[in-house]
């Protein structure tokens, strides 16, 4: 079945480094990833989209990386702040149908 | 503008009583999903909407579970004869259509006793 892994549960770093998290995809083909974020106790929020026709995508501090060959998305996060702590998730979807979600990387950035 | 809506907040009802938690996604979106979300694990899938099309029901975990699009727009999620296994917060998301971002409600914390 299709699958969207997160390998690492937790991910603890320094402020002002870059941080980043790894999404890997098995068993199917996504035509695009998103990134969220979500806090304790709240919905996620989207934060990025990247297609399969995309190598790359940024949006201020943030940047996604879209590896068709490796089945892999990467996720960084640049100049890092205590206020991105935070459980970040990797969903992958096709044109029709489901996201699948990732059980997420839960990001610790500490002064 | 309003975003996504979920109603109640909280529900803490007792083992074997039905239950109904409503979404009311963001106007004009046309796509509409349910998840669950168990403490500490990933989102759930459980149903999703898409305009007049048959709904995906591939993720009910038991034919207890059902859910409803009314017009287009608010959906209900209902459990019937809850079990302890069921709490969970409930989670709702809509978007403009299968491609684009997802937008969540806030959720409902379900408990039950």
């Known amino acids: 079945s299709q699958k969207i892994e997160q390998n690492s549960e937790a991910l603890n770093i320094q402020e002002g480094k870059t941080a980043t998290l790894t999404c890997n995809y098995t068993?199917?083909?996504?035509?695009?990833l998103q990134w969220y974020r979500q806090d304790p106790g709240r919905g996620p929020v989207f934060l990025l989209l990247?297609?399969?026709?995309?190598k790359e995508k940024r949006k201020e501090r943030l940047k996604v990386t879209f590896d068709t060959t490796l089945k892999q998305s990467l996720f960084h996060i640049t100049a890092s702040q205590p206020a991105d702590s935070a459980t970040y998730l990797c969903?992958?979807?096709?044109?029709?149908?489901?996201?699948?979600f990732g059980r997420g990387t839960q990001l610790t950035v500490w002064p | 503008g309003a975003g996504v809506s979920q109603s109640p907040s909280n529900k803490v009802t007792e083992k074997g009583k039905d239950v109904e938690l409503r979404c009311d996604p963001i106007s004009g979106h046309t796509a509409l999903y349910w998840y669950r979300q168990s403490l500490g694990q990933g989102l759930e899938f459980l149903i999703y909407?898409?305009?007049?099309?048959?709904?995906?029901k591939s993720g009910l975990p038991s034919d207890r579970f059902s859910a409803e699009r009314t017009g287009g727009s608010v959906s209900t999620l209902t459990i019937q004869r809850t079990q302890q296994e069921d709490s969970a917060v409930y989670l709702c998301?809509?978007?403009?259509?299968?491609?684009?971002?997802?937008?969540f409600g806030p959720g409902t914390r379900l408990t039950v006793t």
């Open positions: 998301a809509s978007s403009w259509t299968d491609y684009y971002e997802q937008y």
């Open positions: 990247i297609r399969e026709n995309e």
């Open positions: 909407f898409q305009g007049n099309s048959a709904p995906d």
């Open positions: 969903a992958g979807g096709s044109t029709l149908g489901r996201l699948y």
């Open positions: 068993n199917y083909s996504p035509a695009y």
